[in-house]
């Protein structure tokens, strides 16, 4: 019950923040995940791949941001199971946002805003409450 109503609330949050279209926040975490997923298991021999130029005006101001690697739609309608053109519609809600940015040859990164907007959400509500429901359900299964 405890991680139902974490998640249920989480929910919620997560649909009026994305102007209630649920798929929005998936495709935009799935592009999260193509971008600096990679570097969570990051081997210090291999070649480090910067964002390129035309995606990095994108990025400007932040103080340090990973080196991203670049996804496009085809590759987020294949991790999601989504339809392409679906894909392609809700990506081009995301680059209005400003959430998004996408290159002449498709390639999709985040941006500054994203970083910025979901980076501040994440740590000044959702984490706190994630690991208070993490330490009740602790308490739970020690009793």
């Known amino acids: ?41 990051r081997n210090p021999g291999l070649p480090n791949h910067d964002a390129p130029a035309g995606g990095a005006e994108a990025l400007e101001g932040l103080g ?12 987020i309608s294949a991790a ?11 990506i081009g809600r995301l680059v209005e946002l400003g959430w998004i940015h996408k290159e002449d040859n498709g390639h999709l990164y985040l941006t500054e805003r994203a970083f910025a907007h979901f980076g ?3 740590n000044s509500r959702d984490l706190p409450e994630f690991l208070e429901t993490a330490d009740r359900v602790r308490r739970v299964l020690n009793d």
């Open 64 to 75: 340090h941001v990973p080196p991203m690697r670049p996804c496009n739609a085809y590759s």
């Open 80 to 90: 999601t199971g989504l339809p392409r053109e679906t894909v392609r519609r809700k």
């Open 120 to 122: 501040t959400l994440m």
């Open 1 to 41: 019950m405890l991680l139902a109503r974490y998640q249920i609330r989480n929910l919620r949050r997560v649909f009026e923040e994305f102007e209630r279209d649920i798929l929005l926040p998936i495709l935009l975490g799935e592009i999260a995940l193509h971008n600096i997923g990679a570097f969570e298991h």
